[in-house]
């Protein structure tokens, strides 16, 4: 099928459908002509065919990247973040603006300016976050693969949440260039699929050094390929959901039978304290990242116009940052971050994999996020937190569903194993 048919279809769907979902902000006005252009050429790029959705945090010049935030409604950016600028390069077309929890902090979608995204595969309950729209956009049928970024989780807790993949790469696998900061020393840029191939051809594309971003690293091309006789390390934390965790382990014994691998249960010992690290990194660096919307040059202030976790963010950001010449909070998060990183890189010396479930519960219903404290919501981000601390790769995938709501596996590889996290991830997927 040309690729003008296939955004055309996708189009239709979005006009019909995007009103309840909610996950598309802005359409790419421009999409079947670009489309129509990549059609006519001879030689097409290795995306020929795939329709993409882009995450509001990201810059695609000429579209609106307002975060989902009032602070930058009119926001249109004047340049092609590297992720983009690669994409074009390979003849992927973009459909569209993504929705997303405001400057993605967050887990649940409810935290975005314009509107709770829906959960296309759990009607009426959040699609997770803060890549809510990119989620719900490849779950609905809006496009073929999105992009989304993760902090904390924010890629990998939505996948899980509607029934896709997603997969956070390691720290400085893809280029942060034209992203707009969350927390810089934790923010990836990653892909979300319908499978572990389309993931993956994504990430592949937009990976590699640029000179933009000094954190990057050289990469060899990701390649899936069958796995040998791989040890699986089971990591087990306190607070899962019983029916999610024992899903997760059938999974897994299923996995090990089929292939032959060998399992191994691994403890990693400040995992409880992640979530405690994360939060501290967070609202410092967001902080500080937010300090250029000060009215002047980029839409409005930002503490005038924005929504009340991100203030929450800015004023205890602004406390911690008084607080520091004590060193009492961002740098003993640091300390601890770093234990948690060396604590892994342990283990994936032992094993060749770490596995866990993605989140601790099932996504909640619309609307009963404003009930629960801000630590019962945090503690959502237990899970996937520890990937972002450590630096290193992980992916969730479909394990299931429990009450016909899907739930999501992670697995995770030492920092540059995106190869070969992709190609286990794979071989779950096919069971
Ligand atoms: N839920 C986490 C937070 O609110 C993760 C966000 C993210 O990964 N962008 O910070």
């Not at 693969?145 to 400085?172: E, M």
Request: hydrophobic residues 35%.
């Amino acid at each position: 099928m040309k690729v003008e048919d296939k955004v055309k279809i996708y189009l239709d769907k979005i006009k019909k459908e995007n009103p309840r979902i909610n996950a598309v902000l802005h359409i790419n006005e421009n999409a079947l002509n670009e489309a129509r252009e990549i059609d006519s050429k001879k030689k097409k790029g290795r995306l020929y065919g795939y329709v993409i959705g882009v995450k509001s945090n990201i810059n695609v010049k000429g579209m609106i990247a307002n975060c989902a935030s009032k602070t930058l409604e009119n926001y249109k950016s004047t340049f092609d973040a590297t992720v983009i600028k690669k994409i074009k390069e390979e003849d992927g077309v973009l459909i569209g603006m993504l929705n997303c929890d405001e400057f993605a902090a967050g887990g649940s979608g409810e935290n975005s300016a314009f509107g709770v995204t829906q959960n296309p595969a759990a009607p009426g309950r959040i699609p997770g976050g803060s890549s809510s729209g990119s989620a719900a956009a490849v779950a609905a049928g809006f496009c073929d693969v999105a992009l989304g970024s993760d902090t904390g989780g924010s890629i990998r807790n939505p996948a899980s949440h509607c029934g896709v993949v997603g997969v956070k790469p390691s720290y400085g696998l893809v280029s942060r260039y034209g992203l707009i900061d969350l927390s810089m020393s934790l923010d990836q840029i990653g892909t979300l699929g319908n499978n572990v191939g389309d993931a993956a051809l994504l990430l592949d594309v937009i990976k590699g050094k640029d000179e933009n971003d000094t954190t990057t690293f050289d990469s060899k091309q990701i390649e899936i390929d069958e796995v040998g006789k791989i040890t699986v390390g089971v990591l087990k934390v306190k607070g899962v959901d019983k029916r999610i965790q024992s899903l997760i382990d059938s999974k897994i014994t299923e996995s090990v039978k089929k292939y032959g691998w060998k399992c191994e249960d691994i403890e990693i010992k400040h995992i409880d304290l992640a979530v405690q690290t994360y939060y501290p990194l967070v609202y410092v660096e967001f902080f500080s990242a937010t300090r250029r919307f000060d009215g002047r040059k980029y839409g409005k202030k930002i503490e005038e116009s924005c929504g009340e976790e991100v203030l929450r963010r800015i004023l205890g950001g602004s406390e911690i940052t008084k607080a520091e010449f004590s060193g009492t909070y961002y740098r003993k998060a640091l300390e601890v971050k770093e234990l948690i990183k060396e604590e892994f890189e342990r283990a994936l010396r032992e094993v060749d994999c770490v596995v866990l479930p993605t989140c601790p519960g099932l996504p909640w219903k619309i609307g009963e996020g404003k009930k629960m404290k801000i630590e019962e919501i945090y503690a959502y981000d237990a899970l996937t937190i520890p990937a972002n601390l450590a630096g290193i790769c992980a992916v969730s995938i479909p394990a299931g569903k429990i009450d016909g709501i899907p739930v999501g596996m992670q697995v995770m590889c030492g920092k540059g194993q995106e190869s070969k996290m992709l190609s286990i991830a794979r071989e779950i997927e096919n069971i």
